[in-house]
């Protein structure tokens, strides 16, 4: 069957927030026990498995499963898959309509950029899938374009649409809707101080910015839905889901909202949907990823730091000074790539927050971090009232409230990764692969990275673990004037911190 994607392809990609590890850790912290082991996942609309593949390829013991309509989609991802040697990740060529009813169940379901994309018989099906095959404590992330912030880059979408009527062939259509828009933003002379018109321009640069095969399938597709979340998880709650959580834990859990804003939240009482609905009008949101589970599971939102100890933590932050001062009652600031930045004074977690900030992108066991952290303070001299349980009491706490603020990262299954580059670097063998032909990149930690210069991808090509640095030198530096035992150094630090190097 070809589909418009087989025509026009779309572009791959791994998306973070979709991986089993992030969904498990929030579970986990909502009171449930998901699989964390050899568990199974299912993507719907899998495309060519740039975000599958990825997972099983650091997740040997798991089962992934893809599946897509594109039949020249799937045909690419299996070359990959069989190209890595993988054998735990099978993609099919399927309508969703057709999924197997004796499929098993799974730990773990994907629907990222399909539910708006699709008639309301699918997003049903989408739905009925999930219900019908996600074990007693799984999780499914479904994601969709949401209302209110939609309304604007809608009103377009149908503004193009309507103008390009009649118009069959994709590259004609593709022009013709950006001639529209290049007209929109026309000066015609004099100034415009309405702000709806601010607003609308300011979608129209937005939407000019998007590459051909994304603007095809998004913003000239025939479906394309805006929802509301409340009726969103009005449908969730009719197919016998229920909400657990946004994907990005923080965006449920921030209290920044004050004065009548404050006020109406508050009002909500326990009525969790009517608050996120209203979170989603004052943030004016416009895409939505949330998790759902079974309407069975037994979800408990009072947060309990204690759950954290089962976790995995990272942290992308730098310490204010470069010697931790571990003394009581002396402040210190961590700070997070982009500004934001937190203090404490309390010794054990400053030393916890030292050694995260020394090991990203490791993600450090919890129980071990805090471990290793008061081991430090007792060879400084620290007695029992800084290291002893009620010490990590205040820590265990402070790792919530700082997740819930979206400074620290957790995790159920973590990546081997390593920060710090041994004798002979080995790279993800995945990306070394991208990297044949492209200029991006998937991480262990499942982060897609964009190389502008050429040094670092040939950098990842050569780390198959087999050369030193000596080695590695010999093959770079022809190609390479500015590169020296110094520069390789740096080049191998800075892919450490992105997450391309295997521990061990």
């Not at 309301?120 to 739905?127: C, S």
């Not at 995790?411 to 081997?416: D, M, N, T």
């Not at 200029?439 to 030193?468: M, N, Q, V």
Request: proline share 5%.
């Amino acid at each position: 069957m070809d589909t418009s994607y087989d025509r026009v392809p779309y572009p791959g990609g791994a998306h973070r927030q979709t991986h089993p590890s992030n969904s498990a850790a929030i579970a986990t912290v909502l009171g449930l026990s998901p699989k964390r082991e050899r568990f199974r996942v299912l993507e719907l609309g899998c495309g060519h498995g740039d975000n599958l593949t990825p997972m099983a390829y650091t997740l040997p013991g798991c089962e992934f499963v893809g599946i897509d309509l594109a039949p020249t989609a799937i045909e690419r991802g299996r070359a990959d898959v069989a190209r890595l040697g993988l054998a735990n990740v099978r993609l099919e060529a399927m309508d969703l309509m057709a999924f197997p009813q004796d499929a098993g169940e799974f730990d773990y379901i994907i629907a990222h950029g399909l539910y708006s994309w699709v008639p309301d018989f699918v997003r049903a099906k989408i739905l009925a899938i999930c219900r019908d095959h996600l074990a007693p404590h799984g999780v499914a992330f479904i994601s969709f374009n949401a209302r209110p912030g939609g309304h604007l880059r809608d009103m377009l979408r149908e503004m193009m649409r309507r103008h390009t009527r009649g118009i069959d062939a994709s590259k004609a259509k593709i022009a013709a809707a950006r001639g529209l828009l290049d007209a929109l933003t026309l000066s015609e002379g004099k100034a415009e101080d309405d702000a709806f018109a601010d607003m609308m321009r300011r979608e129209v640069e937005r939407t000019k910015r998007t590459g051909d095969s994304v603007f095809f399938h998004d913003d000239l597709a025939e479906v394309n839905g805006y929802f509301y979340f409340e009726d969103f998880a009005a449908d969730a709650a009719q197919a016998g889901l229920a909400f657990l959580s946004e994907a990005e834990f923080f965006q449920g859990t921030e209290d920044y909202f004050s004065g009548p804003r404050a006020e109406l939240l508050a009002g909500c009482g326990d009525d969790l949907i009517r608050r996120e609905q209203l979170r989603d009008f004052f943030k004016c949101r416009r895409f939505r990823q949330p998790l759902l589970v079974r309407a069975d599971a037994p979800i408990d939102r009072a947060l309990d730091s204690r759950r954290l100890v089962s976790l995995h933590a990272a942290a992308r932050v730098v310490p204010s000074e470069r010697k931790l001062n571990l003394a009581p009652g002396v402040e210190m600031r961590f700070s997070k790539q982009g500004g934001a930045n937190f203090a404490t004074n309390h010794p054990l977690t400053k030393a916890v927050f030292g050694s995260l900030a020394d090991r990203w992108p490791e993600a450090l066991p919890v129980d071990r971090l805090i471990d290793e952290a008061a081991a430090r303070l007792t060879r400084a001299g620290a007695g029992k009232e800084h290291t002893g349980d009620t010490a990590r009491g205040v820590v265990l706490d402070y790792l919530l409230d700082t997740y819930r603020a979206n400074f620290i990262e957790l995790h159920g299954a973590p990546a081997a990764v390593s920060r710090r580059p041994p004798e002979r670097p080995r790279a993800s063998d995945f990306a070394r692969a991208q990297l044949q032909s492209g200029t991006s990149a998937t991480t262990l930690c499942h982060e897609e990275i964009r190389f502008e210069t050429e040094a670092p991808r040939e950098a990842i090509r050569l780390l198959d673990g087999s050369r030193d640095r000596a080695a590695l030198l010999a093959e770079l530096m022809p190609h390479h004037a500015e590169m020296n035992l110094e520069r390789l150094e740096e080049l191998l630090g800075e892919l450490g911190r992105m997450g391309f190097l295997h521990a061990g």
